[in-house]
């Protein structure tokens, strides 16, 4: 005797559930994504056994304070994200009462509070950059300086495509003339390469600045 996985309807028909192909889709590319990153993490650590004196001669340039300053904001922006995604997943596009009143606020004004503190992280690191520019570590000083510069700029170029997508999924709210279902799938699977973005560069913190 076989059984099937269905739902009986009010006419007595029976539908199949199916997972949402543009989240299951978002979720393999960012499978992609890892491989992609973990070939980074790979490349680092190899010239870092490679190279041994380099870190301790380079390390000390790096300024800690001010790096977790910038993680906490961009770590902090996963849970404005997330709050959007919930407000989202109740079709509200837009806040219902003050903007003071964050309780009432609605998926865009919690996205724009992201890209906000996404913007600040970007900020920060480009800061970070200049700085270490002028005490002579660039991307040709030596392996170090590849290496450090590879690593957190490609995750800064992902950090600027998520910053893109949230202008897109705010645009997107403010055009629809109905919040509805692809407006907040839309949303979801921004906030699931958000996550991404911020857990990636949790352990390239952690690599870069803890681990010297």
Do not use: K
């Not at 897109?168 to 055009?175: D, K, L, S, Y």
């Amino acid at each position: 005797m076989t059984s099937e996985t269905a739902v009986p309807t009010a006419v007595g028909h029976s539908t199949v559930n199916r997972p949402n192909m543009v989240s299951v889709g978002t979720i393999v590319w960012l499978s992609s994504e890892l491989m992609f990153f973990a070939g980074l993490f790979a490349m680092y650590f190899t010239i870092r056994a490679v190279s041994p004196a380099l870190w301790g001669e380079e390390t000390p340039l790096l300024d800690l304070p001010f790096a977790s300053i910038n993680t906490t904001i961009l770590v902090l922006s996963s849970v404005t994200c997330q709050l959007g995604v919930f407000a989202a997943e109740r079709f509200q596009p837009y806040r219902t009462g003050s903007l003071l009143n964050v309780r009432r606020w609605g998926m865009v004004e919690w996205y724009v509070l992201t890209f906000l503190m996404g913007s600040t992280f970007i900020g920060g690191q480009v800061w970070e950059y200049a700085t270490l520019v002028s005490e002579g570590l660039t991307i040709a000083s030596s392996p170090y300086g590849s290496v450090f510069y590879l690593t957190t700029g490609f995750h800064g170029l992902h950090v600027i495509g998520g910053l893109i997508a949230f202008c897109v999924v705010i645009a997107r709210a403010f055009a629809s003339y109905r919040f509805g279902h692809h407006e907040a799938t839309s949303a979801i699977v921004t906030s699931y390469y958000w996550h991404f973005v911020d857990v990636v560069w949790v352990g390239l913190f952690a690599v870069i600045y803890l681990i010297q």
